[in-house]
């Protein structure tokens, strides 16, 4: 259950603006995960994200916000410890993760400058990552593999 409203929780702060824990429970509750003020609490230290600026006067929730090698060190964990395996075939990439860590994964590599990743598609343990060229596929899974060269993409 952590995992899986960790996990939500990556995916809600990659995807939009949450600038309060109220927010955060409303939207993991509209997702069926209930949790207290108190577990979302532990849940942010734990995944040691940050309030940002979101440029419009307001703030909210980000991995490693205020300083961005300690956003790519919080981005490249995620990625060591919860990606089993990884493989290609033509210009499709598959990663096999830890049970209920695909969408936090996803939520990571959805978050990189990588050129070559058009997007991805994660279930609980699997990823689909889509390659503009199939040759760039070895080039993509090495870099995902060494974490070398990672780099977020502007908030």
């Known amino acids: 259950m952590k995992n899986k409203r960790q996990e939500a929780i990556l995916s809600i702060i990659s995807s939009r ?63 060591n410890s919860g990606v089993i395996s ?21 939520a990571v590599i959805d978050n990189l400058t990588v050129d070559e990743i058009m997007g991805c598609i994660a279930g609980d343990d699997t990823i689909f990552v889509a390659i503009r060229h199939k040759e760039q596929a070895a080039n993509v899974i090495e870099l995902l593999r060494s974490s070398d060269g990672l780099h977020m993409k502007k908030m």
């Open 86 to 106: 990884i493989e290609h075939s033509e210009n499709i990439i598959v990663i096999r993760t830890v049970s209920g860590m695909a969408m936090a994964i996803a």
């Open 17 to 79: 603006s949450v600038d309060t824990q109220e927010e955060l429970a409303r939207l993991l509750n509209e997702q069926g995960l209930s949790a207290t003020q108190a577990t979302i609490s532990r849940d942010i230290r734990e995944l040691k994200l940050d309030k940002i600026s979101d440029g419009i006067g307001g703030r909210r929730y980000a991995v490693g916000g205020r300083d961005s090698s300690k956003g790519i060190s919080s981005y490249k964990h995620v990625l």
